[in-house]
């Protein structure tokens, strides 16, 4: 909303921007917890936790990806240096913002490094059966 009788710090009119979620992003929610859950469980992991965001701030460069094993953490795959099968694939694996939303671009890494750890690093016991499970939950792609 927009408050015309109060002004910004420039003069401008007051914004006012309130977010509700719906009830179908909280069912969508649900089911991307479901999901990914799923796929953790399938590849392996012991446990999972989860914890409700309330915020639209991305943060990005904290765990960077890059050439630079002194400056980057992460290789160009997202695989954390010295850990075989660790990968970060959210924001945090960005090494800095472009100045737009970054939603789309942490999607489509994310799916690219699903792709490149399920289809080549998976190398423990059982873990080609793994990978196949876990390509059911990744959509088709081509990076040609």
Not at 46 to 69: C, E, N, Q, Y
Not at 75 to 101: C, H, M, Q, T
Not at 108 to 128: D, P, Q, V
Request: hydrophobic letters at 35%; zero cysteines; charged letters at 25%.
């Amino acid at each position: 909303s927009v408050n015309i009788s109060r002004t910004d710090r420039y003069g401008l009119p007051q914004l006012r921007v309130r977010h509700v979620y719906s009830e179908r992003d909280e069912r969508q929610a649900r089911i991307l917890v479901e999901t990914a859950r799923d796929i953790l469980r399938e590849s392996g992991a012991l446990f999972s936790v989860t914890k409700p965001i309330r915020t639209f701030s991305h943060a990005l460069g904290t765990v960077r990806m890059g050439d630079d094993a002194l400056t980057s953490p992460l290789d160009g795959w997202g695989r954390y240096r010295g850990i075989e099968n660790l990968f970060v694939v959210d924001g945090s694996a960005l090494p800095r913002s472009a100045g737009l939303n970054p939603s789309l671009t942490i999607a489509a890494n994310a799916l690219r490094i699903g792709s490149y750890a399920a289809g080549n690093t998976i190398s423990t016991a059982g873990g080609a059966q793994r990978a196949r499970r876990i390509r059911r939950h990744l959509p088709t792609m081509s990076l040609s």
